[in-house]
């Protein structure tokens, strides 16, 4: 069988051949041209290098162990946003230095937000699994988060985090702190001592508990009026698309209580 050679290498040799043949001489312009679409190739080339990592990724987690029986979330201290008494529940655990986790916050949240959380019928919960053994940021950023919500601004701190992932050393976030408002000294002297650590290792050790073993995962569960724990029943791994997450909510939405 003939063996097909690669674009970028074909291109390279006929590159040479330009250079070095005189029956291939050609204007410095159209040399250029042929310059720019290799340096194209190669652009198209790491692209997909870097989609096939995504989907190996992807099929990896679609490979993990199901959810484990019985497991139920303690949600009372939790940040959410939706109906307190919404039908279905949807856990994050996530870690604000997880590319993944801030491409699922950009493309998939929104469209779930507007779907079903703001009509009452989803409460989204969020809880922090900071991996910091490759996420050395993740820990303090996660408790930034919560010192903006002792102050009302939870959300707004959370946005701000995913949207500004290469930015979140101790230097920096107090100055994510000021951009929002907040009471700057109040800040910094809950980030400094560690008063939100030990929620942040509680949710650790529940997602490790519940077999999360990467980020974002995610939970979904009936909600019980005025029952502040939640059965997971499905569970969600990996930065899915939003037709995933709409099957597996529109199926609990379906159910009887």
């Excluded at 992807?58 to 303690?74: D, E, T």
């Excluded at 820990?139 to 992932?165: I, T």
Aim: glycine share 6%; charged share 20%; hydrophobic share 35%.
């Amino acid at each position: 069988m003939t063996k097909r050679v690669p674009g970028i290498v074909l291109a390279g040799i006929v590159l040479t051949l330009f250079h070095t043949h005189p029956a291939f001489s050609q204007s410095s312009e159209e040399l250029n041209a042929l310059r720019n679409e290799i340096e194209a190739l190669k652009q198209s080339h790491s692209a997909l290098q870097k989609e096939l990592q995504e989907l190996k990724s992807l099929l990896q987690s679609r490979q993990a162990p199901p959810v484990p029986q019985n497991v139920v979330f303690s949600i009372a201290d939790d940040p959410f946003k939706g109906e307190k008494g919404a039908k279905v529940t949807l856990i994050e655990f996530s870690d604000y230095q997880c590319p993944f986790c801030a491409r699922h916050f950009r493309e998939t949240l929104p469209q779930i937000e507007r779907d079903y959380v703001v009509n009452g019928r989803v409460k989204y919960v969020f809880r922090s699994f900071p991996i910091e053994s490759i996420h050395p940021y993740a820990f303090k950023a996660q408790e930034a988060a919560s010192c903006a919500g002792d102050q009302g601004k939870y959300w707004e701190m959370h946005n701000r985090l995913f949207g500004n992932q290469n930015a979140l050393g101790l230097t920096e976030l107090p100055q994510h702190a000021q951009a929002l408002g907040l009471d700057l000294p109040r800040f910094q002297q809950c980030l400094d001592s560690g008063k939100h650590a030990g929620k942040i290792r509680s949710d650790l050790a529940d997602g490790q508990k519940a077999g999360v073993q990467g980020t974002p995962t995610f939970f979904l569960g009936l909600t019980e009026p005025n029952d502040p724990k939640v059965k997971a029943v499905r569970i969600i791994r990996g930065a899915q698309p939003y037709t995933v997450f709409k099957e597996a909510i529109d199926s609990l939405l379906s159910t009887q209580k």
